[in-house]
Structures are given as structure tokens and as C-alpha cells.
């Protein structure tokens, strides 16, 4: 059994996940990122999301020693900690077609596996 900073750490993941998906439920095709203002503003906070669960999902992997993610090889979890420094180290080079894809194909998976994970620890 994991200890509370380990459950804390993944509800809090879960939920900046559920934001995402909230957030561009109406979005469409990448250029809903790209032709307003309004529409970069939540690019923008799109990546700040996948920022902060590529950066949780790097401390519960330390957190657990790396004996957690293991058991769901469904998600590469190498990928979405590397999503999270392709943003950070190399903002103004992030493709708004791999973010849109990302969110589409890629998030509501990791939303079914965390949710999972949550279950049965």
C-alpha cells in the first residue's frame, strides 16, 4: 500500500487531466488553438497542464521508486514526462498539432489508466 503523498500526488494528477479534457471538450481541430487569442490563451493553459502532470508523474515515479508506473506499461510513461521538458525547455518550438493530437488520442487513455492506478492502490 502506498502512503497518502503517493494517493495525494495522483488524484491531483487525475484532476489537472480532467481539466484538460474539460477545457477542449469543444475544441475541434488545432486550428481552435490557433485562430484567436482566445484559443492560444487555452493552448497556452493546455500546456501549463501537461507541464504539471509530465512533472507529477516524474515525483510519483520517485516517490515510488519506480515500482508503481511499471505495472501499466498501456502508457509510455517515458513520453508523457518527456512531453512535459519538450514544453518547458523548447516553448516556442511546441507544435500545436502534437498538443492538439495529444489531447485527443493520447489524454483520455492516460485518464482511464490513472483512474485504474487509483483503484487499486
Known amino acids: 500500500m502506498y502512503d497518502k503523498k503517493v494517493l495525494h ?14 477545457r477542449t471538450e469543444t475544441v475541434d481541430s488545432v486550428n481552435a488553438f490557433l485562430d484567436s487569442s482566445t484559443g492560444t ?6 500546456c501549463m497542464k501537461l507541464i504539471a502532470v509530465g ?21 509510455s510513461w517515458r513520453e508523457v514526462m518527456g512531453m512535459r521538458d519538450i514544453i518547458v525547455h523548447h516553448y516556442f518550438e511546441v507544435d500545436a498539432d502534437v498538443i492538439f493530437n495529444t ?3 493520447n489524454i483520455p487513455v492516460l485518464l482511464e489508466i490513472l483512474k485504474q492506478i487509483r483503484k487499486e492502490i
Do not use: A, C
Open 9 to 22: 500526488l495522483l488524484d491531483k494528477i487525475i484532476e489537472s487531466v480532467e481539466v484538460i479534457l474539460e
Open 55 to 75: 512533472e507529477s508523474i516524474k515525483n510519483l515515479d520517485k516517490l515510488t521508486t519506480g515500482g508503481l508506473l511499471v505495472h501499466y506499461p498501456q502508457i
Open 103 to 105: 489531447v485527443k488520442e
Open 41 to 46: 490563451l487555452l493552448l497556452d493553459g493546455v
